[in-house]
C-alpha cells in the first residue's frame, strides 16, 4: 500500500511539474533575450502652451537582455504645430519591465539629439503597460513626459523654445 501511494505522488508531481511547464511556455511577457524592433505613434502637448500640440512616432533597434531590461537606439520625427517644425531626433533608449506577465507595466527613458535643420538636445521619460498579443508581438501603451531643447540649426537664440510635454504613445514591438 505505501508503494502505491508513493508511486500516485510521484506522478502527481511529474504531472504537476510538466503542468507548470507548459503554462510557463504560454505566459510571461513574451520577452526572450535577442533582437528587438520598437514602433510607435505619439501624439503630445506642450505642458506650458496647450495650444502647441505635436504628433510624431519613432522606431528603435535594440537588444532585449533576458525578460526585463531592453537597450536600444532609434530615430524619431515630431512635427509641432505652433512652431511649424518637423524634428529628427537621434536617440539611446532604455526599458525596464517590472514583471513577467501578459499585462506588464514599464518604464521608459530616451536621450538623444536633434541634428538636422532644427537642432537640440531631446530627453524623455515614460512609463506605460505593456500587452503581449503573441508569443512574439506586444502593443504598448506608454504615457510620460519629455523635455525638448530645439533651436534652428546655425542660429543662437536665448528665446529658443524649451519644450516640455506631456506625451501619449502607442506602439508595437517585434
Same mark, same amino acid.
Given at each position: 500500500m505505501k508503494t502505491t501511494l508513493k508511486k500516485s505522488l510521484f506522478a502527481c508531481a511529474i504531472g504537476l511539474l510538466f503542468a507548470a511547464n507548459a503554462q510557463a511556455q504560454f505566459s510571461g *511577457?513574451? $520577452?526572450?533575450?535577442? $533582437?528587438?524592433v520598437l514602433v510607435d505613434a505619439s501624439v503630445g502637448v506642450d505642458l506650458e502652451d496647450s495650444e502647441n500640440a505635436s504628433i510624431g512616432g519613432s522606431a528603435a533597434v535594440g537588444y532585449q537582455f533576458g525578460r526585463h531590461f531592453?537597450?536600444?537606439g532609434g530615430i524619431g520625427?515630431? =512635427?509641432?504645430k505652433d512652431y511649424e517644425w518637423n524634428i529628427v531626433p537621434?536617440?539611446?533608449m /532604455?526599458? +525596464?519591465d517590472f514583471i513577467d506577465s501578459k499585462v506588464t507595466p514599464f518604464i521608459e527613458g530616451r536621450l538623444g539629439y536633434a541634428p538636422f535643420d532644427i537642432d537640440g +538636445? =531631446? /530627453?524623455q521619460i515614460g512609463g506605460g503597460v505593456r500587452f503581449r498579443l503573441k508569443s512574439n508581438v506586444v502593443k /504598448? $501603451? *506608454?504615457l510620460g513626459v519629455g523635455y525638448r531643447d530645439f533651436t534652428r540649426a546655425g542660429t543662437w537664440d536665448p528665446e529658443a523654445p524649451e519644450i516640455t510635454s506631456f506625451h501619449a504613445m502607442i506602439g508595437i514591438e517585434f
Open positions: *511577457n513574451g $520577452l526572450h533575450r535577442g $533582437l528587438r531592453f537597450l536600444g520625427l515630431d =512635427y509641432f537621434l536617440f539611446g /532604455a526599458r +525596464y +538636445y =531631446y /530627453a /504598448a $501603451l *506608454n
